[in-house]
């Protein structure tokens, strides 16, 4: 997961400096491949995470499973709270190109609570 991250981290770094022009002049068609780029490491990430619960046994593949859920609900509820405040305030936070990375940090709120939420108390 660790190397889809960096993967994923490289390819908006490096979009900034191109899309700004500090690599040099944008080019048309490059410019399209580079700009789908960073979703292709979400794709890994996203794929390591279903082969983490494939992988594992019923007790962790359902822990797993409510944890991607709860994240991916609070996520949900953040960027639509989001897109309203914006749409009707103007706010503007951050872009819907790390919507990805809102879902990362929510899985890392939401683990620590769900860590006993199954356990037997015996």
Known sequence: MSFWMALYISA???NGFYFRGSLGPVEVPLSY??????SLPVGG???VMLRHIETSDEYVRGQLVRRYL???????LLCSAY???ENYTGVKI????YVFAV???????VTPFTLGATRNPS
């Open 83 to 85: 897109t309203f405040l």
């Open 94 to 97: 951050f872009e819907r190109l």
């Open 70 to 76: 709860i994240a991916m609900g609070l996520t949900l």
């Open 12 to 14: 908006i770094v490096f």
């Open 45 to 47: 990430m996203i794929w």
């Open 33 to 38: 491949v580079l700009a789908v780029l960073p």
């Open 103 to 109: 879902f990362c940090a929510c899985l890392a709120v």
